[in-house]
């Protein structure tokens, strides 16, 4: 009986003709080369999480960091930590990652959230399943112990995102992730909270209450002042407390000395034609989520930002 239903279902739908299935030839080709152009990035974005491969200067500044975090953090029991940015694709997941993964070296039992509700990377870093994640526990239908899943790395743990959400700002400001966090700070000795960028969504504002203090991302030669600028003041409205700037994408040189360079070296290209092009993302979007333009944001007026995350 079953079976005789779903034919009928079937059987009821409509099917298209010959001219709307060839309409959409060019969308799907489309979404084809976006999802492989996506695939390839990732790629790249994963050479950048340390590895046996990682540089030792690149292996030392993420060790400089996190003696510093040390001496900038009370002596509580876990010490909680946000890593975000001040626009989007500057790096904050990837740093957030690593510096996950060099205090986990220490023997610290560590844990890593993904609070981006929006567009998460975390799953893709560690190459895992996105869900069942944060989202998931905040609206009752997995349990912590659920969706908190240990790392191929020595004493790192994470929660990815799960299933994007409509309503991220009013999940992370439930009375659900407060219980988290107070559960999980029993059993970690760090928790660091990768959210979306300051300037575009106020979801890294709402986790802020969570947290003992936020590190901001900078992104050599791309960030602009006035962003960073906006960002610390959305930050001290909510009186949270900034631990630090991390510079993101210096080029060291031959020596050991830094080397400054140009913006396009973080442009990234794609044969079309024959011919290679520079394919830039502009600020004011977030991956495939528009946020707005920064029109109502005073002044500032938004500027192109290279993908570098």
């Not at 079953?2 to 709307?20: A, S, Y």
């Not at 975390?122 to 240990?150: C, F, M, T, W």
Request: aromatic share 10%; glycine share 6%; charged share 25%.
């Amino acid at each position: 009986m079953e079976e005789n239903k779903k034919q009928e279902i079937v059987q009821k739908q409509p099917q298209m003709n010959w001219f709307q299935k060839f309409r959409q030839i060019p969308s799907i080709q489309l979404r084809k080369r976006q999802n492989k152009r996506m695939a390839q990035d990732y790629e790249d974005i994963r050479e950048k999480v340390l590895n046996n491969k990682t540089t030792f200067h690149v292996r030392e500044a993420y060790k400089a960091l996190r003696t510093n975090l040390i001496f900038s953090l009370p002596s509580a029991d876990c010490k909680k930590i946000i890593i975000t940015s001040a626009l989007a694709s500057e790096g904050k997941s990837t740093n957030c990652l690593n510096l996950a993964i060099t205090f986990a070296e220490m023997d610290a039992k560590v844990l890593i959230i993904d609070c981006d509700l929006r567009r998460p990377n975390l799953a893709r870093l560690l190459d895992v399943q996105n869900a069942p994640g944060l989202s998931n526990y905040l609206v009752g239908l997995n349990s912590s112990e659920e969706i908190v899943h240990k790392s191929s790395y020595n004493n790192l743990s994470y929660i990815t995102a799960g299933n994007i959400p409509p309503n991220p700002v009013e999940l992370l400001s439930s009375d659900n992730m407060g219980k988290l966090v107070e559960k999980l700070e029993k059993e970690f000795d760090y928790i660091f909270f990768d959210t979306p960028p300051v300037n575009l969504v106020i979801d890294t504002i709402v986790v802020s209450k969570y947290v003992h203090g936020i590190v901001m991302i900078a992104l050599q030669n791309s960030t602009d002042k006035e962003a960073i600028r906006y960002s610390l003041n959305q930050i001290k409205f909510a009186g949270a407390k900034v631990l630090g700037f991390i510079l993101n994408g210096v080029v060291f040189g031959s020596n050991g000395e830094y080397k400054n360079h140009s913006k396009r070296k973080y442009q990234s290209t794609y044969a079309a034609n024959g011919r290679k092009k520079t394919r830039r993302s502009r600020g004011g979007t977030y991956g495939s989520y528009s946020y707005g333009g920064y029109g109502g944001y005073g002044n500032y007026s938004s500027r192109r930002n290279d993908r570098y995350e």
